[in-house]
């Protein structure tokens, strides 16, 4: 059974850091695109980051360039996500996601195929 399991969430004040992981099991995914989406009660799924199979290429949403660092371990089957500088809108549940193919989607939440449960971010001002 694959599984993506996130961690590393929880309350910071505005302007403090956070660093979230991802442990993906039941499979590799070395090979695929890796992504982390956010999401707020009466919203949609937001794109935050994505990152290619190589990690030689990396996408952000416009809200968290140069605050945001996505990066992955292939050995370690980990994704993770390093947020600095944190803001009071980036409270969210913060999803990880990977793509079952090699296609980069990017921002594109529809072609990811595997989705994690979810680390609630609560930022204070």
């Known amino acids: 059974q694959v599984q993506l399991v996130e961690s590393g969430g929880g309350s910071v004040q505005a302007g403090g850091s956070l660093r979230l992981s991802c442990a993906a099991s039941?499979?590799?995914?070395?090979?695929?695109?890796m992504g982390w989406f956010r999401q707020t009660p009466g919203k949609e799924r937001e794109f935050v980051a994505a990152?290619?199979?190589?990690?030689?290429?990396?996408s952000y949403a416009n809200s968290v360039k140069g605050r945001f660092s996505i990066s992955r371990d292939n050995a370690k089957n980990m994704v993770y996500l390093q947020m600095n500088i944190l803001k009071p809108d980036a409270t969210a549940v913060y999803y990880c996601?990977?793509?079952?193919?090699?296609?980069?989607?990017?921002?594109?939440?529809?072609?990811?195929?595997?989705w994690g449960q979810g680390t609630q971010v609560t930022v204070s001002s």
């Open positions: 996601a990977a793509e079952s193919s090699t296609y980069y989607a990017a921002s594109l939440p529809d072609e990811y195929d595997y």
């Open positions: 039941g499979r590799t995914f070395s090979g695929n695109p």
């Open positions: 990152i290619s199979w190589s990690g030689a290429r990396t």
